[in-house]
T-cell receptor
Framework: GQNIDQPTEMTATEGAIVQINCTYQTSGFNGLFWYQQHAGEAPTFLSYNVLDGLEEKGRFSSFLSRSKGYSYLLLKELQMKDSASYLCAVRDSNYQLIWGAGTKLIIKP | DAGVTQSPTHLIKTRGQQVTLRCSPI?????VSWYQQVLGQGPQFIFQ???????GRGNFPDRFSARQFPNYSSELNVNALLLGDSALYLC?????????????FGPGTRLTVL
């Protein structure tokens, strides 16, 4: 079966750094996406990795290791507005997105 | 430019009824995907359409059906509604169904089945 695992909830302090991990087992791999979703809103695209390594985009970075079936999203200089759920999704061999349940990130002052 | 639009935003139905949800993709996007998101979970893939043809179907019963029109808009139909169908239904559009194009999500339709 296909499976994507993320921690259910994480707490961090404003101004700090947090790393959200994602491990996956899917039928084929055609890229990994990270999305941000605020409560009651639609997911918004954050990053895309298809090759091993680190992709940096401002305060957000995403890392991929295909051999380990592992990715992480790194958020720096945390702001209160970063409080949201972070969803990891893998595009499988049929080019369909398989989603994790999401990690709820709580930012404290 | 307008993003992905969905209608209605909220809907309340009773068990056994039928519902039709609508989605208009971003201009120029030819692929539309439908997802169901239950509270506290990630989206679950229902259908993907590209150029008016079904390109993928998730693990949902035959009560769920969809279609894509010549202008690339799409409808999702759910028959014989069950309480468990209560969820946020998300539509996402992309230029192509494959490759590196990301999906852009609409605001969703929140369906409540009583």
């Amino acid at each position: 079966g296909q499976n994507i695992d993320q921690p259910t909830e994480m707490t961090a302090t404003e101004g700090a750094i947090v790393q959200i991990n994602c491990t996956y087992q899917t039928s084929g791999f055609n890229g990994l996406f990270w999305y941000q979703q605020h409560a009651g809103e639609a997911p918004t695209f954050l990053s895309y990795n298809v090759l091993d390594g680190l992709e940096e985009k401002g305060r957000f970075s995403s890392f991929l290791s295909r051999s380990k079936g592992y990715s992480y999203l790194l958020l720096k200089e945390l702001q209160m507005k970063d409080s949201a759920s972070y969803l990891c999704a893998v595009r499988d061999s049929n080019y369909q997105l398989i989603w994790g349940a999401g990690t709820k990130l709580i930012i404290k002052p | 430019d307008a993003g992905v639009t969905q209608s209605p935003t909220h809907l309340i139905k009773t068990r056994g009824q039928q519902v039709t949800l609508r989605c208009s993709p971003i201009s120029g996007h030819k692929s539309v995907s439908w997802y169901q998101q239950v509270l506290g979970q990630g989206p679950q893939f229902i259908f993907q359409y590209y150029e008016k043809e079904e390109r993928g179907r998730g693990n949902f019963p035959d009560r769920f059906s969809a279609r894509q029109f010549p202008n690339y808009s799409s409808e999702l139909n759910v028959n014989a509604l069950l309480l468990g169908d209560s969820a946020l239904y998300l539509c996402a559009s992309s230029f192509t169904p494959a490759g590196v194009s990301e999906q852009f999500f609409g605001p969703g339709t929140r369906l409540t089945v009583l």
